[in-house]
């Protein structure tokens, strides 16, 4: 069965961290490029961070650039998220997607990260 599964969401201060994954069952990531999104209640779906498919280049959307890493391992079939610093506007359901130019679109089933004092 082809599925994303998001794991490492959780509960933690200000100023905490978290490492979120997710990983690939059914399919391999290797020429796929992987993105993370966000979506907190109420608002739109945000793009958090991207990875082209051999992992050199990467893209931030602006609200996370400095905090949040992204990086990949094909051989694991898992990306990961490396999130720094979070701040309550952080919280949100996170989920990820794998694309590619001629592939079928798969997406996550998302892991909540909550941020609060």
């Known amino acids: 069965q082809v599925r994303l599964v998001g794991s490492g969401g959780g509960s933690v201060h200000p100023g905490g961290s978290l490492r979120l994954a997710c990983a690939a069952y059914?399919?391999?990531?290797?020429?796929?490029?992987m993105t993370w999104y966000r979506q907190a209640p109420g608002k739109d779906r945000e793009l958090v961070a991207t990875?082209?498919?051999?992992?050199?280049?990467?893209d931030y959307g602006d609200p996370v650039k400095g905090r949040f890493i992204i990086s990949r391992d094909n051989a694991k079939h898992t990306v990961y998220l490396q999130m720094n610093n979070l701040q309550p506007e952080d919280t949100a359901l996170y989920f990820c997607?794998?694309?590619?130019?001629?592939?079928?679109?798969?997406w996550g089933q998302g892991t909540q990260v909550t941020v609060t004092s």
């Open positions: 997607k794998a694309h590619g130019a001629g592939r079928p679109t798969y």
């Open positions: 990875i082209s498919v051999a992992g050199g280049n990467t």
């Open positions: 059914g399919f391999t990531i290797e020429r796929y490029s």
